[in-house]
Every structure is written in C-alpha cells, then in structure tokens.
C-alpha cells in the first residue's frame, strides 16, 4: 500500500469505539484523565499482562500517589517495588522521568506531546497514549496491538520492523482514527488488539470489522503482522554462592552495562559453559569468596531463565562458612533484611522454593 492510497475510514473507527463501548475493559487508570496515572500504567503494561499489571500499578499508586512522590523516592524503592516485572531499565527510566517532571515541569506532569516525548525512556507510544488519553490529542497509538490489528485489516504484507513499513503503519493508523475521539478510539484499539485481534487464534466471529478485514477474505490472518528481523539469543551461564555466616550473607549489587543493573544478588561466578561443582570449588574466585574453610550444603540447579535476548542458565550452590572474607565482609547484610533488596526474579523464585 502507497501513502497516497491511504484514506481516513471513519466507518472503522465508529466501529471500534461501539465495540469499546459495549466490551472495553474496566480498569481503574480509565477512570481518571490524571496524565501521571494514564503514564504508569502504560510503562507497567508494557512489562506484563493487564491482570498482573493491575496488582503493580496499585501498590504503586498507594506509595507513590504523585509523580513528586515517585521523584522523592530512592532507586532501590522503586527497583523493590517493581520486582518481578523484568526489564529493570523501565524502573530506572520511570523514576528517572518523574524527576524530570519535577525539575523541568514544577512537578506538573507536560501536556504536549513533544515535552512528553522528551522525558527519559518515554516513546513513541507511550507518548501517544498519555496524551490522547489524557487530553484528547489527536496522535495515534502504534504498538504490537496496532500492527497486528492494521496489518491484517488492510492485509498490508510491510515488515512492521522496517523503517518503511512503521512509518506506513504509523500513517493508517492515523487514518483509521480520523476524526474519532482519540481518548476513546486510542484506548479501543488497545483493547481490540487484546482481546478480538489477538496473536493467536484471533476471535475472528465476533469481530466486528470481519466484512472489512481484507486478510480475512485472503486467509493471510496468521501471516499478519510481517517481522523480518531474528534476535539472536545468547546463552549464559550464573553460578551463584548462597553464602551463611551466622546470620550474615553477602549480596552484591550489579552495576551498569549488563542485565537487572541496579539490583541485588548473591556473589555470582560466571562461566562460559556448564560449570561441574568439582571445577567450581577449584577456582580462586571461589576460594576468595569463602575462605579456606567452607561447608558444600549442596546445590540448585534453576530453570533456564528466558529474557529477550539472554537464556539464563543459574546454579545456586549452598555454602556456609565459619567467618567471611574481607570480600565477603565488604557486602555482607543481616538475612533477616533479604527481603528489603530488589532482586532478580529467578533468585526470588529460588528462595521461594528454599
């Protein structure tokens, strides 16, 4: 399809906002027009499904009921509080905004797109959706929901991935607005996309759009939406050390340029391969961790840990000892206060387990 092909379809966005009307879901950042609420759901929904969502941006908005309350709150709060939803760097950027908004904006959340736009890990989308939801500005949303949707309505064959093809997407999706509502048209797209138009096993007879769905009439829907690139995974491999002294234990904190930057951790040996306990315990990194002196309790081999483009492979060995390492002394925390630190979730899945 050419940008000059491309024509605004009112009759598809009535549509949409009738099926939001009778089937949008209800959830409570849609009760509010509150830009700092319509912000924080959007940055947690990007992480997870609504109905794990839902939990998150509630006990955020019980500690952090303001975007000055969020920017007055340390790192480690916010990385605790988010725990569990991955993709840390979103904490950071969150925390980071709502401090710019503070310095910047006097603490009032922006209202223009391009301001909003210009706070730190704030895009596109994101950007959209605050601002269509929050004051009716006409700016389409385009997410994953948008693409699918789009592409398999107009059977529109462009890799989303492209550069051609997102700024086609972008296009219809702005035409397919037209001159609806954009706090209502926005928000039934998303929903539509979740709900009807989904990935998989799409609800085909009961879309309301299924006279207009032109991949319908093709019976191209599972090749809709196109996406050219591949994301190579990388394997790695975590041997971590439960480390007991008493009730002290070391934890560490992971610094920049890696995964989960910000939170807390055991010690952690990594290893290029699969790496046996005998060919652990041999290793000096090991030996300045614990000490000539040690106790093997045994050893937790995890689940492989999926993240976009990292398959974690996470061994938790059991060691306790009768006096920590000067290195080991530098971190080391009462046990009894683990819970007060952000962690990965694979060792919050660990300790669950213990």
Same mark, same amino acid.
Not at 339 to 354: C, D, G, H, N, V
């Given at each position: 399809?050419?940008?000059?092909?491309?024509?605004?379809?009112?009759?598809?966005?009535?549509?949409?906002?009738?099926?939001?009307?009778?089937?949008?879901?209800?959830?409570?950042?849609?009760?509010?027009?509150?830009?700092?609420?319509?912000?924080?759901?959007?940055?947690?929904?990007?992480?997870?499904?609504?109905?794990?969502?839902?939990?998150?941006?509630? %006990?955020?908005? &019980?500690?952090?009921?303001?975007?000055?309350? *969020? /920017?007055? $709150?340390? =790192?480690?709060?916010? +990385?605790?509080?988010?725990?569990?939803?991955?993709?840390?760097?979103?904490?950071?950027?969150?925390?980071?905004?709502?401090?710019?908004?503070?310095?910047?904006?006097?603490?009032?959340?922006?209202?223009?797109?391009?301001?909003?736009?210009?706070?730190?890990?704030?895009?596109?989308?994101?950007?959209?959706?605050?601002?269509?939801?929050?004051?009716?500005?006409?700016?389409?949303?385009?997410?994953?929901?948008?693409?699918?949707?789009?592409?398999?309505?107009?059977?529109?064959?462009?890799?989303?991935?492209?550069?051609?093809?997102?700024?086609?997407?972008?296009?219809?999706?702005?035409?397919?607005?037209?001159?609806?509502?954009?706090?209502?048209?926005?928000?039934?797209?998303?929903?539509?996309?979740?709900?009807?138009?989904?990935?998989?096993?799409? %609800?085909?007879? &009961?879309?309301?759009?299924?006279?207009?769905? *032109? /991949?319908? $009439?093709? =019976?191209?829907?599972? +090749?809709?939406?196109?996406?050219?690139?591949?994301?190579?995974?990388?394997?790695?491999?975590?041997?971590?050390?439960h480390i007991t002294c008493e009730d002290l234990l070391p934890l560490l904190r992971r610094g920049e340029g890696d995964i989960w930057q910000g939170l807390y951790e055991f010690p952690m040996?990594?290893?290029?391969?699969?790496?046996?306990?005998?060919?652990?315990v041999a290793m000096s990194e090991f030996r300045e961790w614990v000490g000539g002196a040690f106790t093997l309790r045994g050893f937790v081999s995890l689940r492989p840990h999926r993240l976009?483009?990292?398959?974690?492979?996470?061994?938790?060995?059991?060691?306790?000892?009768?006096?920590?390492?000067?290195?080991?002394?530098?971190?080391?925390?009462?046990?009894?206060?683990?819970?007060?630190?952000?962690?990965?979730?694979?060792?919050?899945?660990?300790?669950?387990?213990?």
């Open positions: 399809m050419k940008k000059t092909d491309i024509q605004t379809d009112h009759e598809v966005a009535a549509r949409l906002a009738r099926w939001y009307e009778a089937f949008g879901r209800d959830l409570p950042w849609r009760h509010t027009r509150d830009a700092y609420r319509v912000w924080l759901s959007e940055v947690i929904l990007q992480q997870t499904r609504v109905n794990q969502g839902l939990d998150y941006y509630l %006990r955020f908005m &019980e500690r952090f009921p303001t975007v000055v309350d *969020l /920017a007055a $709150a340390s =790192e480690d709060e916010v +990385l605790k509080l988010w725990q569990g939803l991955g993709y840390y760097s979103r904490a950071r950027n969150l925390h980071r905004a709502a401090r710019e908004v503070v310095e910047r904006f006097g603490g009032e959340f922006p209202r223009r797109y391009d301001e909003v736009r210009s706070l730190r890990g704030v895009g596109d989308y994101t950007a959209a959706a605050v601002c269509s939801i929050s004051y009716d500005e006409p700016v389409a949303v385009v997410d994953g929901n948008v693409y699918r949707l789009i592409s398999r309505l107009y059977d529109e064959p462009s890799p989303i991935d492209s550069t051609a093809g997102k700024r086609l997407f972008r296009d219809l999706a702005t035409a397919v607005m037209g001159g609806a509502q954009p706090s209502i048209h926005n928000q039934a797209v998303m929903d539509f996309g979740a709900m009807v138009c989904t990935p998989r096993s799409p %609800r085909c007879g &009961e879309c309301p759009l299924e006279d207009r769905c *032109l /991949a319908r $009439a093709h =019976e191209t829907v599972e +090749l809709r939406p196109v996406k050219t690139a591949k994301t190579a995974v990388r394997e790695r491999w975590f041997n971590y050390l040996i990594e290893t290029g391969e699969e790496c046996t306990p005998e060919r652990l976009t483009h990292r398959l974690i492979h996470a061994v938790v060995y059991r060691v306790e000892v009768a006096a920590l390492t000067p290195r080991a002394r530098a971190v080391a925390i009462p046990a009894s206060t683990l819970e007060e630190y952000a962690i990965p979730r694979l060792l919050e899945l660990y300790l669950e387990k213990s």
